[in-house]
């Protein structure tokens, strides 16, 4: 953190670095009704490269909550921590609650798009940086079990797609997904995906995988 201005209980930040994410003109506001509770409770916004955050923090012996967290922004602020240096699109983020424990996602509800995804190719391609994939929808669910749920599809674009992700408490991140280029996907998504999977006699993909982090 740098430029930091205001006191514990409210104050700003003119830079925030963490992971490879830049945040500028963070502020926060403490509710110090929640130390009582032994709790720190805080209201934090910030701005990114191109967009905004904000949200309601809860922080209780290594368990972090989010609520009513929002954010939209350029897919660029987050390219370090992708991997990837030329991914492309923007992101709009509305979730009613985040859990983290240690660090790790554990409960999440609201949704995430993806606008304009681009992303480089699977295999390397002579003047192609990135490949349009088009618009995404991620629903975050509550579930009995312990762990993160998402439903994805496609909201248009060159690549058609239904999956789910599972996020567990050891963890491991799962996809389940089929998918299917369009009429109007380019010849170094189509051919990445044959790489990936062979296609079915109706030409869908089944995407398969798994990791532990």
């Not at 996020?167 to 010849?187: G, V």
């Not at 051919?191 to 995407?207: R, V």
Request: overall charge negative.
């Amino acid at each position: 953190m740098a430029g930091i201005d205001g006191s514990v209980w409210q104050g700003s930040a003119a830079y925030v670095g963490f992971n490879g994410l830049v945040l500028s003109d963070f502020r926060w506001q403490l509710h110090p009704a929640a130390l009582l509770t032994g709790r720190l409770s805080l209201s934090a916004e910030a701005r990114l490269a191109d967009g905004l955050a904000r949200t309601e923090l809860t922080y209780r012996g290594g368990n972090v909550v989010l609520s009513g967290l929002q954010m939209s922004t350029d897919l660029a602020s987050f390219r370090q921590m992708l991997a990837a240096d030329d991914v492309g699109g923007s992101v709009n983020v509305m979730l009613d609650r985040l859990e983290l424990v240690d660090g790790w996602p554990v409960s999440a509800s609201g949704v995430l798009r993806l606008a304009e995804l681009s992303w480089p190719p699977l295999i390397p391609v002579p003047g192609v940086l990135t490949v349009p994939l088009g618009n995404f929808l991620a629903q975050f669910t509550a579930d009995d079990e312990p762990g993160i749920v998402a439903f994805v599809n496609d909201e248009g674009g060159p690549l058609e797609l239904e999956g789910r992700i599972d996020l567990t408490p050891d963890r491991t991140y799962r996809l389940n997904a089929t998918i299917k280029p369009r009429a109007d996907a380019s010849n170094a998504l189509v051919q990445g995906l044959m790489i990936m999977s062979p296609a079915d006699a109706d030409g869908y993909h089944s995407i398969e995988l798994s990791q532990q982090l």
